[in-house]
């Protein structure tokens, strides 16, 4: 129980060295922030699309606001674990992490978090241009939603970075695994909510797109935050399951893929 | 001549040393069909609920995408590899073993290195542009080979911006991620240019011009491309060359190698 304290008393000294990294390399991130045009690129395409009338439920202000939304989102829950994982096992320098008392993995979650506040800074001027464009589709969200909505993206945010952990686990088996992972994320553009909304897909696999590990991902907390989920509460739900899920596998992983890692004699 | 038999040296050395990878090579294979179905399935879904979207048909489009295709294979194939081999050679001084050669630097250190993976794009973006086709009209010949060389040119235009970033190497030192910034941009040529409204079009078509890579071509394949936009993308084309040139040889000029 000890080593749990060991990392909680440790929490706020790695979230500023976590911030401080980020700062120093600032224009790099800032660059790789903003190289996540996807959602601008295919809100060109939807509002073309509706050029002026409605698509489906969705009218022009709709795909601007929610692919606004999914920019946010996008960033704020997206995290680099699975290529450092990757990179550190393959080449062994999860080696000497190993011998400190926090576990790596704790570490990157720091950092992650850590990098929050210059993503926010890096999105700000884009979101700016996009209200200056469209003044209506500012909205603000009722207490109740705003809540849900920050709770919703939480989720969203520990499942990404469960999934990569996942992912780059895989590497104590498998040295590709990047590649398994970029399958993962054809899967959350397609069917979570990224290059299109939910409600457009086909309406045969909505249902089943619905509570797939994608759609909590990402595409969960948007609807949450716009007020289009038909009940939230059910949704959060889903999406805890699918957060203690990816936690068991990976807990279980690490075990695994740590002994095997010391076997192989790296 | 003297310059061709070096490309074809340069060419074979550079096939030699990307052959060695035969596992990686069968890899890529799975992750380029699927980047594939992540690029055109989006496009099937959002004409699932509109006829025609900025005046082109779901076939139309496809024209466009499988060009796109093509860039993407034609950059990762030969142009992003070298130039990443640049930025690295900058940073750790192996240029010098370059630039001390008796050819033009520019010209080997834009072919040392290929990646034949790549292929796989090359070959969807083939496969997507005959699938449009196969719903329409077939083009006439002077269409097809404007179309050809169209989109040669605007490889070459690519190119060209590809060397100014890198340029900016030669102050800066590590600029690859501002190479991942361009290829960002350079994915808004997937759609058809006339999605894009205003200034963001003039950005497409003369600043970035990736919609003269991937627009022009399939609207000269449909026919709709008036010979003065033909003209516009080969002068675009021209002008972002000579400008590269310069800037490199200015860069070159300001390489202190990396210990002194």
């Known amino acids: 129980m000890s080593g749990l304290l060991i990392h909680l008393r440790a929490a706020p000294t790695l979230l500023r060295i976590g911030f401080a990294e980020m700062v120093a390399y600032r224009a790099e991130v800032a660059v790789w922030i903003l190289t996540a045009t996807l959602p601008l690129v295919m809100l060109a395409l939807w509002s073309a699309a509706a050029d002026g009338g409605t698509l489906g439920s969705f009218s022009q202000d709709d795909f601007v606001r929610y692919f606004a939304v999914i920019l946010v989102v996008r960033q704020v829950t997206s995290a680099w674990l699975v290529w450092e994982l990757n990179y550190n096992v393959r080449t062994g320098a999860l080696s000497p992490m190993l011998l400190r008392p926090l576990n790596p993995l704790w570490w990157n979650l720091a950092e992650t978090v850590g990098a929050l506040p210059l993503r926010i800074i890096v999105l700000s001027p884009i979101l700016a241009v996009l209200i200056w464009w469209k003044p209506q589709i500012a909205l603000l969200p009722s207490a109740a939603t705003f809540f849900l909505g920050c709770v919703s993206v939480f989720l969203a945010f520990v499942l990404a970075w469960l999934v990569q952990a996942v992912f780059g686990m895989l590497a104590f088996w498998y040295e590709q695994s990047v590649g398994l992972y970029n399958l993962w994320f054809v899967a959350v553009a397609l069917l979570g909510g990224y290059v299109i909304p939910m409600d457009l897909l086909p309406s045969s696999i909505v249902p089943l797109a619905r509570v797939l590990p994608f759609h909590s991902a990402l595409g969960a907390p948007v609807e949450v935050w716009l007020d289009a989920t038909p009940d939230p509460c059910r949704t959060l739900a889903l999406q805890a399951v699918w957060v203690a899920v990816t936690a068991t596998a990976a807990w279980f992983m690490w075990g695994r893929g740590l002994r095997r890692y010391g076997a192989v004699g790296a | ?260």
């Open chain 2, 1 to 260: 001549m003297r310059e061709l038999r070096l490309i074809a040296a340069l060419a074979r050395v550079a096939l030699m040393n990307a052959a060695q990878y035969r596992a990686s090579f069968l890899v890529d294979l799975v992750t380029g069909a699927v980047s594939t179905v992540g690029i055109v399935l989006p496009l099937a879904l959002v004409y699932n609920h509109t006829e025609r979207i900025a005046g082109w048909s779901f076939h139309e489009s496809l024209l466009v995408t499988g060009f796109f295709l093509l860039l993407q294979g034609a950059v990762g194939l030969a142009v992003e590899p070298n130039l990443s081999a640049i930025v690295e050679g900058v940073r750790s001084g192996a240029l010098d073993y370059l630039v001390l050669k008796p050819v033009d630097a520019q010209l080997v250190a834009s072919m040392q290195r290929i990646a034949p993976a790549k292929i796989w794009h090359l070959l969807a973006g083939v496969g997507v542009v005959l699938w449009g086709l196969s719903a329409l009209p077939s083009p006439s010949l002077v269409a097809s080979l404007t179309a050809v060389v169209l989109f040669v040119v605007g490889l070459f235009a690519t190119y060209a911006l590809w060397v100014l970033v890198i340029c900016t190497s030669f102050w800066f030192v590590k600029v690859d991620n501002l190479s991942y910034l361009l290829v960002a941009v350079v994915d808004a040529g997937r759609w058809p240019v006339t999605v894009y409204k205003g200034w963001v079009r003039l950005f497409l078509t003369v600043v970035i011009p990736v919609a003269m890579v991937t627009s022009y071509p399939a609207l000269a394949l449909l026919g709709r491309l008036g010979p003065w936009l033909a003209v516009q993308g080969v002068v675009v084309a021209i002008v972002l060359l000579v400008i590269s040139r310069v800037a490199w040889l200015l860069a070159l000029s300001r390489y202190t190698s990396a210990s002194s």
